[in-house]
């Protein structure tokens, strides 16, 4: 197919480790007026546009760079790039982009640009995070200069919403691996790798009065303990990841406050490359031998609760609650599967976590006790943040804990997650063989029945429970701590949590 013949900038890490190399000027120590101090968790393994390196790296990137479309504060889909998108009579997306946008070397935002980051991400080369989606785009015709055409292999229901992805953005055709050009809000003008990004308000911004920020600096605390007593102490002005045992004291503080969301969860990945973990039994034995209270009550202080099935949201038409409870605990029947896929007295594994985050590691530490208990002796390896990004896209591990959330509150939102026949990520199972969870996912984004959209995704959580594309463990309450004065700022509902930082362009000290 020759629209997607090869990726000019391989939507991947062909470019440096930050895409902007020429910015090496230290971070100031004072916030100067309007200037917003974000606490940050982890500092961006990189900051190419279309490859998801995790949610702080995706933070930085939904503002200096825009989509289609996007999330408001009520978690609807809202116009960005795009004024206006509608089906038409043979089932293509038409999308109508909005007059004025500008990318930051000046450039307007055409229906050109849009068309060659379309080819970018469905590239044969691509590594970006949304590729296998946007490979169903069979052809992207420009109507004019500002309308877009997107024909599908067939008719998509939940297209608009991948442009909504923090890993989806529209970039000038102009654009290289080293320098992508983007039409966010604001423009990244100094880092100090591993400390500190310094972002400035982009003057040529589509919407009048925004950002309402002068810029906004990023400084890493990679131990959550400093980062929560960066705020305490009023050094930040918000930080993201506020540490579970810290959060009753951030609400009673009378200068600051808690948003939280519950949406995001944590979960075991496989290497399905290997044994023992190519056999669905042994990583069904695994998703029973977790008793998960211990997670909400030790890891997130209760902020939480139990995730014993598909990451499906309680409340919403696509639960079953007797789904939810698939891979209940049940250390006999762990045993049981372990004897029957040939391994009755146990064995020896490798479980890569991250040192970084608290709730990877004590995740980690509760799993590998309780996998020991059944007979599956795990060596902990903890590494930082980078590594174990490296190392998980890479396949570098037997199994490993992660925490993620969906890309949105549909069910399609999982297909990063859970459909294994793409590209490898750090956030998904390494090339797990998940026939009928995948056939799923694809079934569903094609149906416009809403009643028949129920039952395709029941299916789905019937082959994710026997096929284990991940073992889910927890869902876990995110939050983020502020001082009073920062308005503005919204923590979206549910999995769009990790989205939220797209809310910074509206965010001003009131």
Known sequence: ?????????????AGALLPYPWLTRAAQAQRPSNVLRFGLSAFPP?????????????????LIH????????????????????????????????????????????????????IEQIAGEKSTAAMRTQFQDITRVDILD????????????????????????????????????IGAGPFR???????SSLELSAFDKYYKPGFPKLKGIKFTVYADENLRNAALVSGDMDI???????AMSAVEANPRLKLLTQEGPFMDVLFNGTKPPFNDARVRRAVAHAVRREDIV?????GRGKVLEGPPIVEGTPWYDKDLARGWAYDPARAKALLSEAGFPNGFQTTLLATSQYGMHKDTAEIV????????????????????????????????????????NNDPDGLTSLLDTSQPPTHGRSFKVDAPRTVAALAKGRTEFDQAKRVEIYKEMQRAVLEEVPLAGLAWRSQGYGMDKGVAGFVNLPGALTTSSGGMLEETYFG
């Open 145 to 180: 200069p500002a309308t877009i055409r997107l024909v599908t292999r067939t008719p998509m229901v939940t297209l608009p919403s991948w442009f909504a992805n923090y890993n989806t953005f529209i970039l000038s055709r102009k654009s290289t691996a080293a320098e992508p």
């Open 239 to 245: 930080i993201e990841y506020v540490p579970w045992p």
């Open 1 to 13: 197919m020759s629209l997607f013949r090869r990726s000019v900038l391989g939507a991947g890490l």
């Open 297 to 301: 009550k030790a890891v997130f202080s």
């Open 368 to 407: 590998q006790q309780h996998l020991a208990a059944v007979g599956i002796q795990c060596e902990l390896q903890l590494t930082d943040w980078s590594t174990r990004v490296s190392r998980g896209t890479r396949g570098q591990y037997d199994i490993s804990i992660h925490g993620v959330a969906a890309d």
């Open 188 to 194: 990244l003008v100094a880092q100090e790798r591993g």
């Open 46 to 62: 990189n900051l190419q546009p279309w490859v998801s390196v995790g949610a702080s790296a995706g933070t930085v990137k939904m």
């Open 66 to 117: 825009r989509s289609l479309v996007t999330y408001g504060s009520d978690g609807e889909l809202r116009g960005e790039l795009a004024q206006s998108w509608s089906r038409d009579d043979a089932g293509a997306w038409v999308f109508k982009l909005r007059q004025g946008c500008q990318f930051h070397n000046g450039d307007p935002v055409t229906a050109d640009d849009v068309k060659w980051s």
